[in-house]
C-alpha cells in the first residue's frame, strides 16, 4: 500500500521570503500523480499543483514549484516570496492512475504541514 | 458558483442518532469521492462512485455508514446510530480527470 509522510508539523517564514516543505512516500508503482493541496482554516481545500510521475521537469504554478526526485520518492514544494494569504495547513498527496479495475483514483494524504507566514 | 457544495456545513448531533449528508458534485464530473478529517490530520477516503456505481468502500467504513449516488448526479452519506469517535470534517470531492475538486466540507459534532 502507497504512503505519504510530511515530517514537519509546522514551518514558519517571512513574509517575501522562500519556503520549502517536505514531503516523502512510498509506492511500488511507477507511474502516478502527486499533489499539494492548501486547506486555509475553516475553509476549502484548494489544489496547489500537481506532478505526473512520467514527466521529469518540475512542475511550476506562479510562486509555487516543486522538487520532484523520483528515485528518492521525494516531493517538496517551494513557496517564493511568500505571503500572508499563504498561511494555511499544505497536505501532500499521492493518486494511482485509474487504468485498471482495483484503481480509483482515490487520494492518500500525508499527515500536513502548518505553515505560518510572519509580516 | 459551480464548484462542489455541501450541506449542511455544520451538524451536531447527539449520540446515538442518525445523520445525512449531502454533496454535489462539478455537474460534468462523473468521479465522487468522501473523505473524512480528524481535526490536524489529513482526510482519509471513505468510499468512492464512479457515475452511480459505488466501487469502492474503505475499511473505515462501518456498517454504520451508507452512501448513494442515484442516478450519478448528487450524493449522501449516512451514519446511523452515531458515536462520538464519529466527530469530523466529511469532505467530497469530485473529478473529471485526475484532478480532484473539494466542496467545503461538513462538519459533525456528536455529543
Known amino acids: 500500500a502507497q504512503t505519504v509522510t510530511q515530517s514537519q508539523p509546522e514551518m514558519s517564514v517571512q513574509e517575501a521570503e522562500t519556503v520549502t516543505l517536505s514531503c516523502t512516500y512510498d509506492?511500488?508503482?511507477?507511474?502516478?500523480?502527486l499533489f499539494w493541496y492548501k486547506q486555509p482554516p475553516s475553509r476549502q481545500m484548494i489544489l496547489v499543483i500537481r506532478?505526473?510521475?512520467?514527466?521529469?521537469q518540475n512542475a511550476t504554478e506562479n510562486r509555487f514549484s516543486v522538487n520532484f526526485q523520483k528515485a528518492a520518492k521525494s516531493f517538496s514544494l517551494k513557496i517564493s516570496d511568500s505571503q500572508l494569504g499563504d498561511a494555511a495547513m499544505y497536505f501532500c498527496a499521492y493518486r494511482s492512475p485509474t487504468h485498471g479495475s482495483s484503481n480509483t483514483g482515490k487520494l492518500i494524504f500525508g499527515q500536513g504541514t502548518t505553515l505560518q507566514v510572519k509580516p | 458558483d459551480t464548484g462542489v457544495s455541501q450541506n449542511p456545513r455544520h451538524k451536531i448531533t447527539k449520540r446515538g442518532q442518525n445523520v445525512t449528508f449531502r454533496c454535489d458534485p462539478i455537474s460534468e464530473h462523473n468521479r465522487l469521492y468522501w473523505y473524512r478529517q480528524t481535526l490536524g490530520q489529513g482526510p482519509e477516503f471513505l468510499t468512492y462512485?464512479?457515475?452511480?456505481?459505488?466501487?469502492?468502500k474503505s475499511r473505515l467504513l462501518s456498517d454504520r455508514f451508507s452512501a448513494e449516488r442515484p442516478k450519478g448526479s448528487f450524493s449522501t452519506l449516512e451514519i446511523q446510530r452515531t458515536e462520538q469517535g464519529d466527530s469530523a470534517m466529511y469532505l467530497c470531492?469530485?473529478?473529471?480527470?485526475?484532478?480532484?475538486?473539494f466542496g467545503p466540507g461538513t462538519r459533525l459534532t456528536v455529543t
Open positions: 462512485f464512479q457515475n452511480e456505481a459505488q466501487l469502492e
Open positions: 509506492t511500488s508503482e511507477s507511474d502516478y500523480y
Open positions: 470531492a469530485s473529478s473529471l480527470g485526475y484532478e480532484q475538486y
Open positions: 506532478q505526473e510521475a512520467y514527466k521529469q
